[in-house]
Nanobody, 130 residues
C-alpha cells in the first residue's frame, strides 16, 4: 500500500497563493488516480480536486474551479495542488488520497468520492486569514 505525506500548508492572507504537495512512498504513484480533499472545522470532509492516473483528466469542485490546479509528477512520485485567490472559506486541513488504478480502462478516470480511495495522508493545514 502506498504511504502519502502532505506538505506545504501554512498561513496565507486572502487573495494569496500556496502550493501543497503530496509525496508517495512504498509504491509508485504512477499506478494511482489521485485526489485532494479538505475538511474545515465542524464540517464534513469534501472533495476538492482529482487527477487521473494518466494525468490527462482532472475534476474540481465548483467552489475552487479556476482557482485550484491539481497536477502530478510521476518521476518525483508527487502530486501538487496549486491554490490561488485564496478565501477565508478555503481554510481547512487538506488531505491527499490515492486509488489504485491498474486496469487500462481506468487510466483516464477521475474519482470524486472519498469512499473510492484506498490510501490517505495525514493532512496539512491551510489557514487563510489577514
Amino acid at each position: 500500500q502506498v504511504q502519502l505525506v502532505e506538505s506545504g500548508g501554512g498561513l496565507v492572507q486572502p487573495g494569496g497563493s500556496l502550493t501543497v504537495s503530496c509525496t508517495a512512498s512504498g509504491r509508485t504513484v504512477e499506478a494511482y488516480a489521485m485526489a485532494w480533499f479538505r475538511q474545515a472545522p465542524g464540517k464534513e470532509r469534501e472533495f476538492v480536486a482529482a487527477i487521473s492516473r494518466s494525468g490527462g483528466r482532472t475534476s474540481y469542485v465548483d467552489s475552487v474551479e479556476g482557482r485550484f490546479t491539481i497536477s502530478r509528477d510521476n518521476a518525483r512520485n508527487t502530486v501538487y495542488l496549486q491554490i490561488s485567490s485564496l478565501k477565508p472559506e478555503d481554510t481547512a486541513v487538506y488531505y491527499c488520497a490515492a486509488k489504485r488504478a491498474i486496469y487500462i480502462s481506468s487510466v483516464n478516470l477521475v474519482y470524486t468520492g472519498s469512499s473510492e480511495y484506498d490510501s490517505w495522508g495525514q493532512g496539512t493545514q491551510v489557514t487563510v486569514s489577514s
